[in-house]
């Protein structure tokens, strides 16, 4: 069973960046996105950024266009998440995703086979 496995968390005042990066290890199909959502406590799953493997399409939330970027290698077994110009609204827990096939909306949690544990990311004023 693949798993996806984050790293690059952490705590940086606002103006800062960070690069989240997530790879996939163990049994793992050919992915057909990859994306990055976040959950702030008490609110719900937001899907902030994906990448379609095939076709490199990226689609971002609005409240980070222009300010992340998200970038996919070319195994497609790893995806990269540059945070720049982090604001404290950006703090959340931060959490890797793929799927093997279209499932649904991009920003939709249940389209995607598989989770990252997550990992913190702190934006302080």
């Known amino acids: 069973q693949g798993q996806l496995v984050e790293s690059g968390g952490g705590s940086v005042q606002a103006g800062g960046s960070l690069r989240l990066s997530c790879t996939a290890s163990?049994?793992?199909?050919?992915?057909?996105?990859m994306a990055w959502f976040r959950q702030a406590p008490g609110k719900e799953r937001e899907g902030v950024a994906v990448?379609?493997?095939?076709?490199?399409?990226?689609l971002y939330v609005d409240s980070v266009k222009g300010r992340f970027t998200i970038s996919q290698d070319n195994a497609k077994t790893t995806v990269t998440l540059q945070m720049n110009s982090l604001k404290p609204e950006d703090s959340a827990m931060y959490y890797c995703?793929?799927?093997?096939?279209?499932?649904?909306?991009?920003?939709?949690?249940?389209?995607?086979?598989?989770w990252g544990q997550g990992t913190q990311v702190t934006v302080s004023s």
């Open positions: 995703s793929a799927n093997n096939y279209y499932r649904g909306r991009w920003d939709d949690p249940v389209s995607y086979h598989y």
């Open positions: 163990g049994y793992y199909p050919n992915s057909f996105s």
């Open positions: 990448v379609y493997s095939s076709s490199g399409v990226t």
